[in-house]
């Protein structure tokens, strides 16, 4: 089960259990936004707003804080194709405005990246539906003294640089 580690007005911060990426080659989390929509056009502009602020917020404490990403990046990656898939629950066909659920990914790019679908200066390769657990299973996730970092990091950049520092957008 993915765990979520920060819910504020933007939205929510979370380890999903499903790793795309593991921790020594670059690390993994992803951002709801404050409510679940199939499409990120169907939230209203204040929660767009602040879902960007979390986003932001997240993905700068990320680089800040884990020294795999020094000279490094973040690939931001709007997902919920597997969600759609014909044998994802429920099986059979489904529609997106059914089934997909917004959220983004954060996918810590490190420079010395060792896994061969993470190699530094190429685009990610992620595996089809079938193999996505076992493909998944060999990723470490980020570890609790990074995670509180991060989240640490994430509350001060929301505060200091957003406004955002008693849970409310100032604007």
């Known amino acids: 089960m993915s765990r979520v580690l920060f819910t504020g007005p933007g939205g929510r911060i979370v380890l999903p259990d499903l790793l795309l990426v593991g921790r020594g080659d670059g690390g993994h989390l992803c951002v709801d936004p404050p409510r679940d929509v199939w499409e990120r056009g169907e939230l209203s502009a204040r929660e767009l707003t602040q879902w960007s602020f979390l986003v932001a917020a997240t993905a700068a404490a990320m680089l800040e804080t884990l020294p795999q990403l020094e000279g490094g990046c973040i690939n931001y990656w709007e997902a919920g194709n597997w969600s759609l898939h014909g044998e994802a629950p429920p099986a059979g066909p489904k529609t997106a405005v059914s089934a997909r659920r917004v959220h ?68």
């Open 104 to 171: 983004l990914h954060l996918l810590g790019r490190s420079r010395h990246a060792t896994d061969p679908d993470w190699k530094w200066g190429e685009a990610p390769r992620f595996p089809p539906f079938a193999d996505r657990l076992s493909w998944s299973s060999r990723f470490e996730p980020l570890r609790e003294g990074e995670l509180d970092a991060i989240v640490r990091g994430a509350r001060r950049l929301l505060a200091e640089r957003y406004g955002m520092g008693d849970g409310s957008a100032s604007r």
